[in-house]
């Protein structure tokens, strides 16, 4: 079952662009801000989070019997593409190459914070940060787009995915207090750990495999956030990157933009590589 809804909400996200009108995030809102009376961030936290998890499993638990589980499938789907990151990362990446391949860097600036609202400090007046912080920001956005709720889905069913996208929403959430914020995302870095370094291996796959394994090795115990360990790792594994020292103008452009292209595929084909490790272990 699990491997068929994949394929499914892989197919609606190639039509919509994203999970479509199912990502309709205004009940959690209107929910989250329900709560606000609540003083302790580890209860607000669980009723944010764990309330609708668990009602998610009584759900599918109660609609299990019925016509030979069609109900929980469809459901599951459901899930799955509420579950999956926001936006269009195909259009947010054309329109920040866009910009930047017209050498337009506030434009490219301003597109690539679709990809992290916190991007670098520096904005658009130094080029070679703004690339860095963009690479950065899509190794991660891929990961936590996909890969982490997939990851949960077939491990632990929809409600984990669910949970995760939850959690996600809430450590990016401007609206709420900081201490709400870095509980979620406390309990994000949990969630990530082994997924995002499942996904680093897949990197090793696919790309240059001695460099990769042996960067994995080094970083496989080390605590740093799982979008640095993405950065780290897949850079082993690019065919394109940029070269130390000083590059011109016009050469950097092009290189930085075939590197962030580079990273797309990579992420693209890493999803595969584990999309076809669920649908064997489907038939096993």
Known sequence: MEFFAILIAWAAVQ?????????????FISYREKTTGVANSSLRLLLLVGLPVFGVFIVLWWLAPILFGLPVFLLSVALLLYSLGRGDFQILLKLYLNSWQRADLEGA???GRGFSAELCETGADNALQLHLSVRK????????RWFAVVFWFVLAGPAAALAYRLLFLLANDDQLKQQDRDRAAAVLVY?????????????????????CIASVRENFKSQQP???LLDTVGMKALPVYLPEGQVDGEQFIK???????AVQHLLSRSLLVWVCVVAVLQLI
Do not use: K, T
Not at 137 to 144: N, W
Not at 255 to 261: D, G, I, Q, V
């Open 15 to 27: 039509f919509w662009g994203s999970g479509g009108v199912i990502q309709e995030d205004n009940w």
């Open 191 to 211: 969630m990530e750990w082994l997924p995002v370094r499942l996904l680093v291996l897949a990197f090793a796959v696919i790309g240059n495999f001695d460099s």
């Open 137 to 144: 920001a899509m190794f991660y956005q891929g990961f936590e």
């Open 226 to 228: 799982s979008a640095e």
């Open 109 to 111: 600036y301003q597109h």
């Open 255 to 261: 290189l930085a933009a075939e590197e962030l292209s």
